[in-house]
């Protein structure tokens, strides 16, 4: 797909990233928890960018579905990331170990 899961990071990148900060635009408006599904079902790209976060990225297929509402796709989490965080801290010298 020739994209980057990364957002942020490139010029082909997710734009509706399930993510409450990313959606909800500032606007001077509260919102409840509630009122928030207004912005959640929402079509639009994401009012705010949050760089630097990864989503869930493609299935086997590489494919990918950039829908807010599909968050096995688009929401950013910790523990999806895992697995990268600790290949990249195994090709560091120290083994993520400082000296």
Not at 20 to 36: F, L, V, W
């Amino acid at each position: 797909m020739k994209m980057s899961y990364l957002v942020g990071y490139g010029t082909k990148f997710p734009k509706h990233v399930h993510h409450r900060g990313a959606s909800i635009p500032n606007d001077n408006k509260k919102y409840s928890c509630t009122g928030g599904w207004k912005w959640r079902d929402s079509r639009n790209p994401n009012p705010h960018n949050i760089t630097g976060a990864m989503v869930g990225g493609p299935i086997r297929t590489d494919n990918f579905q950039d829908i807010r509402t599909n968050y096995n796709y688009t929401e950013p989490t910790l523990a999806g990331n895992a697995g990268l965080v600790a290949a990249l801290v195994s090709l560091t010298g120290s083994g993520g170990m400082s000296i």
